[in-house]
């Protein structure tokens, strides 16, 4: 069965201290796997697509990557406005549907 | 700006009312979706339409139904069939089928009293 599991469910972080989630997923032949931000009562925002093992791409403090079983999307020196759940989804081969994990809650504290 | 917006942001219901979630698009998407969200669950897709006039259920179509005359427009209602209704509706649209870099709205929350 395809599955995304997200580890932690919950971070809480000092300004400026690095870390990383993680996002594992089980599903024959992935097709894309993404990250989204998702601030409180509102919807997600797409950060990344990432396709196949190696790559990784970057955004101002976030910088995602990936393996064959799973994705990182590290944070450095994270600010206060970096607090927000974090979404991992991947691409069903079959159907062509996103699998969402259920999200890392991150809480930045100046 | 393009983007997606729902409407309303929150909507309470009785028990045994239909409701309507509107969701309108101008970013000349040709795939549109509707998820749920539940506290400790991923979103759980609903409804998806690839294409004016047809659409397909996803995972957790009972007690909902959707319609797309309109390539902007995919509403959602929420019938009185739907056991547990109270929660966090997302539309969603993409280029195409099987594009999957989603725009999400901002979410409808609905609250069954």
């Known amino acids: 069965e395809d599955q995304v599991t997200q580890s932690p469910e919950a971070l809480r972080l000092q300004e400026g201290e690095s870390s990383s989630l993680n996002c594992s997923y089980t599903?024959?032949?992935?097709?894309?796997l993404f990250w989204y931000r998702q601030d409180p009562g509102k919807g997600p925002e797409f950060l990344f697509t990432l396709y196949s093992a190696g790559e990784e791409k970057e955004k101002e403090r976030l910088k995602a990557t990936l393996t064959k079983k799973e994705s990182f999307l590290h944070i450095t020196a994270p600010k206060p406005e970096d607090s927000a759940t974090y979404l991992c989804a991947v691409q069903a081969p079959a159907t062509n549907k996103l699998i969402f994990g259920t999200g890392t809650l991150l809480a930045v504290q100046p | 700006d393009g983007g997606i917006t729902q409407s309303p942001k929150y909507l309470f219901r009785k028990e045994g009312q239909n409701v309507t979630l509107s969701c309108e698009q101008n970013?000349?998407?040709?795939?549109m979706y509707w998820y749920r969200q539940d506290p400790g669950q991923g979103l759980r897709l609903i409804y998806y339409s690839q294409i004016v006039n047809d659409f397909q259920k996803g995972d957790i179509a009972e007690g909902y139904s959707v319609s797309r005359e309109k390539k902007e427009s995919f509403p959602l209602t929420v019938t009185s069939a739907q056991k547990n209704p109270t929660a966090f509706y997302l539309c969603a649209s993409s280029r195409g089928a099987g594009a999957n870099v989603l725009t999400f709205g901002a979410g409808s929350r609905l609250t069954v009293l």
């Open positions: 970013l000349n998407h040709d795939a």
């Open positions: 599903v024959s032949g992935l097709r894309g």
